[in-house]
């Protein structure tokens, strides 16, 4: 190998150590905060000074602003049961679902995920998704009307009490709520649910008055309090939506605060708006097919801000007699890959499969996803489909590779003829590399090919640490033995002898025994290559291995075995490709140079 492929291998490396080692050192302690202690933190600041309004929903133009109504306002330090005991509710019971419709205000505001659970524990409880103002965590969703600029009509708002025609809302029967402003205007809400997490909004005002009715629809997300976050700059979570035709806007919570006045305005036709989590959210979806105006918005000065996202539909007007509809959708739930997709695809969605955050390397994450899910479905072990996976990669690459190796394995034959050219022109650097160029053109060998597999790997690695790190499908996943979540990192540390010794270490030494396998693949696969003449060098390669088995111990263990199994099979692939070339297998000598003794 030359010396400047060495110094691009070396580039790269302490590139990608670059990057895991940031997000190691500026993500995880984030993630590794007590979640307890932050949920304590959040209440005790929900308990400093009352929920806040609603944000409004946007003005209708050359107006000022609307009021969608009054959040109620909680005592200090109430639970989530107690809140939900304070209004007439309708029960919501669906397969993926459960939880209740509030009759006050018509929100969705209590939704339970059935089929997920906080920790990997049977009996652990369930994800609370959406809860009511005036609990710790207030996140709900609300849409209806708002009336003209200086309207004195009463509309409903936040306090508003519905009548509901049924007591429990499931994907076989709908409910529809009334509320009647006693002046001439009728308003209905008719709620229908999927099995899933997919909600249909038909929102209605029966105009009996003398005179037309000009009202705005609007829909909004809300969300009291910055929520706990894993912290990772490779993930986002926060606000998000797609607007139109602008693609997809992504703006943290502390991000938002940064704009004008708090509020980033957009306007389009299609798409939707809402938050997303790590594995849930929450969006409202509008008709695809009509223009609307698309907001992210924040108040307040003091913790807890009161962060929103909304939309505002143009203008409609209704005669009299006549009856106004207008349809709209809630997402509220776990951010399913097929799932997602069905909506999108089903329900002529824009690009709402962005709701997952899928990154840079879209392109390649997502159908890396497909493929791991399929092998999924044949094998039941998300752990084999990624090794499955890996085999098969290796084999759609393997004639770019064994061309690369090959072309290595060349350039190791001919490393006395570069060192004899070395000593003939000792102090002439052009004319090394003119008598370099001629001896690889005679033997027909390509320096560049030999970083080809490198270069590969980092996209595809990145693609699926995103695919592992991001995808519900991969949560509480579990491969073999001590491995019960993929997406967590491995829970054993080399420091208690992987729990034979009742001492839990501290997080700084969970050095589990995957990483200390990947390390030592890494190890084989750096040993596969001659000894770097460059001291500096030599010492950088001994440690990498080292190095990346610390920052990686805290990955999450699905990666950490895809690496392992990654390194072993290209130590395996190079041990053949180099017995085919006939050149030497520096391995064995590289091994065994670490149990020669050196001279004095």
Not at 4 to 20: E, Q, R, W
Not at 59 to 73: D, E, I, K, M, N
Not at 123 to 151: C, K, M, N, R, W
Not at 334 to 347: F, G, P
Request: hydrophobic share 40%; with cysteine.
């Amino acid at each position: 190998m030359t010396d400047d492929n060495k110094n691009l291998y070396l580039a790269i490396a302490l590139s990608i150590l670059f990057i895991v080692g940031w997000n190691f050192f500026y993500g995880l302690p984030k993630l590794h905060q007590p979640r307890e202690a932050a949920q304590q933190a959040q209440v005790a600041a929900n308990g400093a000074q009352p929920p806040g309004t609603t944000v409004n929903p946007i003005a209708p133009s050359g107006a000022a602003t609307t009021p969608a109504g009054v959040a109620t306002t909680a005592a200090v330090d109430r639970s989530r049961q107690d809140v939900l005991k304070d209004s007439p509710r309708v029960a919501l019971e669906t397969p993926s679902l459960a939880g209740s419709i509030n009759l006050k205000g018509g929100r969705i505001d209590d939704v339970s995920l059935k089929d997920y659970r906080e920790t990997v524990a049977p009996d652990s409880p369930i994800i609370d998704l959406l809860s009511p103002s005036g609990s710790p965590h207030p996140f709900y969703v609300e849409t209806g009307f708002v009336g003209q600029p200086g309207a004195t009509t009463p509309m409903p708002n936040a306090n508003t009490v519905w009548t509901a025609d049924k007591a429990k809302l499931t994907p076989a029967e709908p409910v529809t709520l009334t509320y009647d402003n006693g002046q001439g205007l009728v308003f209905r809400r008719t709620l229908a649910v999927d099995d899933k997490y997919m909600f249909t909004v038909a929102d209605s005002v029966e105009n009996k008055t003398a005179a037309p009715v000009t009202l705005f629809p609007y829909g909004l997300v809300s969300r009291h309090g910055k929520p706990v976050t894993s912290g990772y700059a490779v993930l986002h979570e926060g606000l998000i939506g797609v607007v139109g035709d602008s693609g997809v806007q992504e703006i943290k919570y502390d991000a938002i605060a940064k704009e004008a006045n708090g509020t980033k305005l957009m306007d389009g036709t299609g798409g939707w708006i809402g938050f997303t989590d790590k594995y849930w959210a929450a969006a409202v979806v509008p008709d695809q097919s009509q223009p609307y105006k698309g907001r992210f918005s924040v108040t307040g000065q003091d913790e807890p801000k009161n962060y929103q996202t909304d939309i505002l539909d143009d203008a409609k007007t209704v005669a009299p007699g006549a009856i106004g509809t207008v349809t709209s959708r809630v997402f509220a739930g776990a951010k399913e890959v097929n799932t997602i997709n069905a909506y999108q695809s089903n329900l002529g969605i824009k690009k709402f499969d962005l709701l997952i955050d899928w990154g840079w390397f879209y392109f390649i994450t997502k159908p890396l996803f497909s493929v791991i899910d399929y092998f999924f479905k044949l094998t039941g072990n998300f752990g084999i489909a990624i090794l499955i996976t890996t085999i098969l990669l290796k084999g759609i690459f393997f004639p770019l590779a064994n061309k690369s190796y090959m072309s290595m394995a060349k350039m190791k034959k001919v490393q006395p003829q570069m060192a004899a050219i070395k000593e003939r022109f000792p102090d002439d650097r052009a004319k090394q590399q003119q008598a370099t160029m001629e001896l690889y053109k005679s033997e027909k060998i390509n320096p560049v090919s030999g970083c080809l597999p490198m270069l590969i790997q980092i996209p595809i690695f990145f693609s699926l640490y995103k695919v592992i790190f991001i995808t519900i499908e991969m949560r509480q996943a579990p491969f073999f033995g001590w491995i019960r979540d993929l997406s967590a990192p491995d829970p054993t540390s080399i420091f208690n002898l992987f729990g034979l010794i009742p001492f839990t270490p501290p997080h700084i030494l969970a050095i589990g025994a995957w990483p200390i396998i990947m390390g030592f693949t890494m190890f084989l696969q750096m040993k596969m290559q001659p000894e770097p003449p460059d001291p500096v060098q030599k010492t950088m390669f001994n440690w990498m291995p080292v190095i990346f088995t610390y920052t990686l111990s805290a990955f999450p263990s699905g990666l950490v075995i895809y690496y392992s199994w990654n390194n072993l099979l290209t130590v395996l692939q190079q041990l053949l490709i180099a017995k085919r070339a006939g050149a030497k297998i520096e391995l064995w000598d590289n091994l065994g140079g670490l149990f020669r003794k050196k001279p004095a």
